[in-house]
């Protein structure tokens, strides 16, 4: 779908030291101390407060869990495995998850409050926290996260699910994105979808997440070179909205950028902001809306052309 002119130009991370004193011991008195007791002690709390490298014991976490602690903001899950996160004491953390409306399952005496899409968790044990994060009413898959407090600051997380969890899933629950989507026409949906992203909103029910593989456009244009693997994905109930960077590579002239370069059976509609007129060496954010009704591969024809001797 091709969209309107006036739009598209104006689509936005020491070792331990060991000193014995007070005593002189005799090497044939004094038994070996195996290497894993000395690399497995604990470190001192880092300055600024960032948590210590540490251990988990095996009871800490689930039979299926990914064993190492992940301190990363951006976290991405998938169906069956537990996921280890480090989480701050005392104080309260966030988790963005990608529900629309999630529940949670737990036993542990944090506190847990939902908010939209958002889960707040405080705990002040030192014990790991376990959770269950469903879909409301939807008992299909849960995201399955240890939190193991911490004497750091408050942590802000992003839950992402994978492609195989987000199928398993299935597309369609997401009902604040569904009202927002259906609530107007479908041309003027796209078009305010666009205006949304190029603006740096967020729609009413949508998630920001990192890029799915799986889901990537296709675009091709010579002279231009895309990257959406490094980019952003916002996941809506009908749509999600890729966006990437269209980088101008031809070296010597300035290049108009084709929405028909990222067409495809799945694609509602294509835009770029700020500039539509890319010069050399300039480079533009490009923001492909996929349609979950559509196929990303063309339909195997089931009727034979009469041009090529069907009957």
């Given at each position: 779908?091709?969209?309107?002119?006036?739009?598209?130009?104006?689509?936005?991370?020491?070792?331990?030291?060991?000193?014995?004193?007070?005593?002189?011991?005799?090497?044939?008195?004094?038994?070996?101390?195996?290497?894993?007791?000395?690399?497995g002690a604990?470190?001192?709390?880092?300055?600024?407060?960032?948590?210590?490298?540490?251990?988990?014991?095996?009871?800490?976490?689930?039979?299926?869990?990914?064993?190492?602690?992940?301190?990363?903001?951006?976290?991405?899950?998938?169906?069956?495995?537990?996921?280890?996160?480090?989480?701050?004491?005392?104080?309260?953390?966030?988790?963005?998850?990608?529900?629309?409306?999630?529940?949670?399952?737990?036993?542990?005496?944090?506190?847990?409050?939902?908010?939209?899409?958002?889960?707040?968790?405080?705990?002040?044990?030192?014990?790991?926290?376990?959770?269950?994060?469903?879909?409301?009413?939807?008992?299909?898959?849960?995201?399955?996260?240890?939190?193991?407090?911490?004497?750091?600051a408050p942590?802000?997380?992003f839950v992402?699910?994978?492609?195989?969890?987000?199928?398993?899933?299935?597309?369609?629950?997401?009902?604040?994105?569904?009202?927002?989507?259906?609530?107007?026409?479908?041309?003027?949906?796209?078009?305010?979808?666009?205006?949304?992203?190029?603006?740096?909103?967020?729609?009413?029910?949508?998630?920001?997440?990192?890029?799915?593989?799986?889901?990537?456009?296709?675009?091709?244009?010579?002279?231009?070179?895309?990257?959406?693997?490094?980019?952003?994905?916002?996941?809506?109930?009908?749509?999600?909205?890729?966006?990437?960077?269209?980088?101008?590579?031809?070296?010597?002239?300035?290049?108009?950028?084709?929405?028909?370069?990222?067409?495809?059976?799945?694609?509602?509609?294509?835009?770029?902001?700020?500039?539509?007129?890319?010069?050399?060496?300039?480079?533009?954010?490009?923001?492909?809306?996929?349609?979950?009704?559509?196929?990303?591969?063309?339909?195997?024809?089931?009727?034979?052309?009469?041009?090529?001797?069907?009957?």
């Amino acid at each position: 779908m091709e969209m309107p002119r006036q739009f598209a130009r104006c689509s936005v991370a020491l070792a331990m030291g060991v000193a014995l004193l007070g005593a002189s011991v005799h090497a044939d008195e004094m038994p070996v101390v195996p290497s894993s007791v000395l690399t497995g002690a604990p470190s001192p709390i880092e300055p600024g407060g960032n948590a210590p490298n540490s251990r988990v014991s095996n009871r800490d976490a689930s039979p299926s869990s990914t064993g190492a602690l992940n301190r990363n903001s951006h976290i991405t899950v998938k169906a069956g495995e537990n996921t280890l996160v480090p989480v701050a004491i005392d104080h309260l953390n966030r988790v963005v998850t990608p529900f629309s409306h999630p529940q949670v399952t737990t036993t542990s005496a944090a506190t847990t409050q939902i908010r939209e899409n958002v889960v707040y968790v405080g705990t002040e044990e030192e014990a790991p926290v376990t959770l269950f994060i469903t879909q409301k009413d939807s008992e299909n898959q849960a995201i399955s996260l240890t939190l193991v407090p911490r004497r750091i600051a408050p942590r802000e997380l992003f839950v992402n699910l994978d492609t195989t969890t987000r199928a398993s899933l299935g597309i369609g629950t997401n009902r604040r994105a569904e009202r927002w989507e259906t609530g107007q026409p479908y041309v003027e949906t796209l078009r305010d979808l666009l205006r949304h992203v190029a603006l740096g909103d967020t729609p009413s029910g949508y998630t920001l997440n990192d890029p799915t593989p799986a889901m990537l456009p296709s675009c091709q244009q010579a002279g231009l070179s895309f990257d959406f693997a490094n980019g952003q994905m916002l996941h809506g109930n009908n749509f999600t909205v890729a966006i990437g960077v269209a980088e101008n590579t031809s070296g010597s002239q300035p290049l108009e950028f084709k929405e028909a370069a990222c067409g495809n059976w799945n694609v509602g509609a294509v835009a770029a902001w700020p500039d539509n007129v890319i010069a050399p060496d300039d480079a533009t954010e490009v923001y492909v809306v996929l349609r979950h009704d559509e196929p990303a591969i063309a339909p195997e024809r089931e009727r034979p052309s009469l041009l090529q001797g069907g009957h």
